[in-house]
């Protein structure tokens, strides 16, 4: 059976990325590993892939007009919201796919045609198996594509008998979020003690826990404010969330990612690597592997 650990955190820049990156050295053939931050992704930076297969992303619609049929009445350009149609000509940028015009249109001129909105990849690195995506700019519908990327990493597990996929998840509470935290075995959220730290850690545990996933927290950079510190472990005490350990501010951390090396592996005996290591040793603790 596969299991699945997203590593959330309400917001950006909190070191998940990080803390995955190294999670990968660490686990190798354990796992198969997924940047389900498909907006914005960066785990491949650390984790070097090479592509071994592409796929087109068609998760939005744009309309197109048929001039051999078109009558010029200019129904749909009156009536797009979105100012979308000039001229009888659509600008892909502003259609919102919405079929407004299709469905006023007297002679079924206009249709909706999908439109390649990113791109999956299926990946080796080093450690692992990796399954990552891009999403083209200003497109919509990255909770579809995080689904998409969800379902080849599972598979892909099946195929190599991998226990586990880990999946590096997208910062915040939306769409995309939900899409990466539906379904897992455990959420994995970090943190920094900052207040709007414990905010958004707020918002993420009422979300997991919505949704009835097991929740863990990490504290990073847990050493930059000991009140606030405290303050984030008196709430996952309330709220009955274990804390699996706390990252010290480490220069170390930088240097490693300057270099694109997961810090275990760029300083495998500092504190902070083997603070690491004792982390990921209780997540396999914690689901049996």
Not at 138 to 152: F, H
Not at 220 to 236: A, Q
């Amino acid at each position: 059976m596969v299991r699945e650990i997203t590593i959330l955190s309400g917001k950006g820049g909190t070191g998940k990325t990080t803390l995955t990156a190294s999670f990968t050295s660490i686990a190798k053939e354990k796992i198969v590993v997924a940047d389900c931050d498909v907006d914005a992704p960066n785990l491949h930076i650390l984790l070097k892939p090479r592509v071994r297969a592409e796929e087109e992303f068609k998760g939005s619609k744009v309309a197109v007009i048929d001039k051999g049929k078109c009558i010029e009445c200019m129904a749909c350009e009156e009536n797009c919201r979105f100012n979308a149609i000039s001229n009888l000509e659509i600008d892909p940028i502003l259609c919102e796919g919405c079929g407004l015009c299709v469905s006023i249109c007297p002679v079924e001129a206009v249709k909706l045609e999908e439109s390649v909105s990113g791109y999956v990849f299926v990946s080796e690195t080093k450690y692992c198996p990796m399954v990552h995506a891009k999403l083209n700019v200003a497109e919509e519908n990255s909770g579809k594509l995080v689904t998409l990327v969800r379902e080849k990493a599972r598979k892909l597990a099946e195929q190599k008998g991998r226990g586990l996929v880990l999946v590096d998840g997208p910062p915040g509470i939306g769409c995309p979020v939900i899409a990466s935290l539906t379904g897992i075995d455990l959420a994995i959220i970090i943190t920094e003690p900052t207040e709007s730290g414990i905010h958004d850690l707020e918002r993420i545990l009422k979300l997991a826990e919505h949704f009835g996933i097991k929740r863990k927290v990490i504290i990073n950079l847990y050493n930059v404010n000991m009140d606030n510190t405290r303050k984030i472990r008196e709430l996952c005490e309330k709220n009955n969330v274990e804390v699996l350990g706390e990252t010290p501010y480490e220069p170390l951390i930088n240097e490693a990612t300057v270099k694109m090396i997961p810090v275990v592996e760029y300083s495998p005996l500092s504190d902070v690597s083997k603070k690491i290591g004792a982390m990921w040793g209780k997540v396999e603790a914690e689901l049996g592997f």
